[in-house]
């Protein structure tokens, strides 16, 4: 198995995971909700979201990593504010970045799994053990991943079009609501909202593939 990549300030990536087995992690529209929401809370401080996309039994998020200064302010904040944190010792600057929003999305993923069991009366482990992530580095991944992500549910026929979805990013680009998606920032990378349409169109038109590069 190849090694993840770490996360560094400023990078862009790809974060997925699945349930275990045939179940699924989202069950009704209060589980979605309170992914969003804890995401937010646990997240945001570290990592700016560009897209994502809900599945009943899977998630995809397309995030970039906040400015090295901004995590470890967040860092000083989380232990000004907890007697019990404890940072491992001998952390490299590099090492220290990554553990910070390595750190956040275990919390964030474990308290979400936690809270989902005793909403449905569940035991047992939720997620499969390691959450993927994939470097983007360039603007034509970049893209194409967004694209890939409101298509998902196409891909897995669950709608015939992405803004049937109503747990995807593709909303936030077409509809004028407060949002975190620095929304004006992403369509001048697809040309325009009509660039940004025609590209996930194309997509369609040519036939889906699970691939993200093709």
Same mark, same amino acid.
């Given at each position: 198995?190849?090694?993840?990549?770490?996360?560094?300030?400023?990078?862009?990536?790809?974060?997925?995971?699945?349930?275990?087995?045939?179940?699924?992690?989202?069950?009704?529209?209060?589980?979605?909700?309170?992914?969003?929401?804890?995401?937010?809370?646990?997240?945001?401080?570290?990592?700016?979201?560009?897209?994502?996309?809900?599945?009943?039994? =899977?998630?995809?998020?397309?995030?970039?990593?906040?400015?090295?200064?901004?995590?470890?302010?967040?860092?000083?904040?989380?232990?000004?504010?907890?007697?019990?944190?404890?940072?491992?010792?001998?952390?490299?600057?590099?090492?220290?970045?990554?553990?910070?929003? =390595?750190?956040?999305? =275990?919390?964030?993923?474990?308290?979400?799994?936690?809270?989902?069991?005793?909403?449905?009366?569940?035991?047992?482990?939720?997620?499969?053990?390691?959450?993927?992530?994939?470097?983007?580095?360039?603007?034509?991944?970049?893209?194409?991943?967004?694209?890939?992500?409101?298509?998902?549910?196409?891909?897995?026929?669950?709608?015939?079009?992405?803004?049937?979805?109503?747990?995807?990013?593709?909303?936030?680009?077409?509809?004028?609501?407060?949002?975190?998606?620095?929304?004006?920032?992403?369509?001048?990378?697809?040309?325009?909202?009509?660039?940004?349409?025609?590209? =996930?169109?194309?997509?369609?038109?040519?036939?889906?593939?699970?691939?993200?590069?093709?």
């Amino acid at each position: 198995m190849s090694k993840q990549p770490t996360y560094e300030p400023g990078g862009g990536y790809h974060v997925y995971n699945h349930s275990n087995g045939s179940e699924d992690m989202f069950i009704d529209e209060e589980n979605y909700l309170y992914f969003l929401e804890k995401y937010a809370k646990k997240l945001n401080g570290v990592v700016s979201t560009l897209a994502y996309c809900l599945m009943p039994n =899977h998630f995809h998020l397309l995030i970039k990593v906040r400015s090295e200064k901004t995590l470890l302010d967040f860092l000083a904040e989380k232990k000004r504010n907890s007697n019990n944190l404890k940072i491992p010792e001998g952390l490299s600057k590099e090492e220290l970045n990554h553990y910070i929003v =390595h750190r956040q999305f =275990h919390n964030f993923l474990g308290g979400y799994a936690k809270a989902f069991n005793k909403y449905h009366n569940r035991k047992g482990s939720l997620l499969r053990q390691n959450t993927k992530r994939k470097m983007v580095g360039n603007a034509r991944y970049l893209t194409n991943v967004i694209r890939y992500l409101h298509l998902n549910p196409v891909l897995h026929k669950f709608t015939k079009t992405p803004e049937s979805w109503p747990h995807s990013s593709f909303h936030v680009f077409l509809e004028d609501c407060e949002t975190k998606i620095p929304k004006e920032e992403i369509l001048t990378w697809f040309g325009s909202i009509e660039g940004f349409l025609n590209f =996930h169109q194309e997509k369609l038109n040519y036939g889906l593939i699970p691939a993200l590069e093709r």
